[in-house]
């Protein structure tokens, strides 16, 4: 059996080479989380309020969003959504074809249908942790529904559901390193293609590893400092 050895030399060049793809990662994993909160929020609030016509088809969403694996979001994405603009846009005659979308705005749109409907169960069960009385009181003071949902139970639904959002952050992180399934370089993409040039995908995949890890810590650093936060809101004192 021939004897594998790592080279440190290559693994600090790829390890250069492939932080240069961070801000890529980032900027898709941000875009589908904000993407995927006003989605959630959306759907969960049809779901919550059983809409009539919409509530079934936001069930369908979640259940299927869910039920099926991130790689097949991006492949349906991305080999669907170009299929289905042309025929609109022709027929509206927009002037702005699927050759005219960039590939990164296709995979955030899959990362953020994947996102919306995680998002949507995580905000669904804050909404509902927090007690009914503190709707009606809002309303005692007059508050509508609307000032009551935004400036009362909203606040503590998404204090509420601050772990599952990181959960789900570091989820969609992760997935975005699918992308190079769709000749996109993000951070796997660029550990990949270092690996193939040299035939030596160790190294690059362990850099890779170490920078998806820094990312991961740093965003659990960021909620525990928002759950302490929103923890000390809660019981009354001074964030």
């Known amino acids: 059996m021939a004897s594998i050895t790592f080279d440190f030399s290559f693994f600090w060049e790829a390890l250069n080479q492939i932080v240069g793809a961070l801000p890529l990662t980032l900027y898709i994993t941000i875009s589908s989380i904000v993407i995927g909160l006003i989605v959630g929020l959306t759907v969960a609030l049809i779901r919550l309020k059983k809409t009539v016509i919409l509530h079934p088809l936001a069930e369908f969403y979640v259940s299927f969003t869910r039920g099926t694996p991130v790689v ?10 170009p299929m289905v603009w042309d025929v609109i846009a022709t027929q ?12 990164t705005a296709l995979v955030i749109a899959a990362l953020s249908l994947t996102a919306g409907a995680y998002m949507s169960e995580i905000i669904r069960s804050g909404f509902m942790a927090v007690p009914e009385g503190q709707l009606e009181a809002a309303y005692s003071v007059g508050m ?4 009551a949902v935004y400036r009362v139970v909203f606040p503590q639904a998404l204090g ?10 570091v989820g969609i992180l992760h997935g975005s390193s699918l992308a190079y399934l769709v000749t996109l370089l993000e951070i796997n993409g660029v550990a990949m293609m270092l690996g193939s040039q040299k035939w030596s995908f160790l190294e690059p995949l362990m850099a890779a590893a170490l920078i998806y890890w820094g990312v991961v810590l740093f965003i659990e650093r960021i909620a525990a400092v928002l759950e302490k936060r929103w923890k000390s809101y809660s019981d009354g004192g001074v964030a």
């Not at 097949?72 to 959504?81: N, P």
């Open 72 to 81: 097949l979001h991006l492949y349906i994405v991305y080999l669907g959504l």
């Open 144 to 147: 509508t529904t609307f000032q």
């Open 92 to 103: 509206y005659h927009w002037g702005i074809y699927s050759k005219d979308i960039p590939l």
């Open 160 to 169: 509420a559901s601050i772990p599952g959002i990181c959960n789900l952050i």
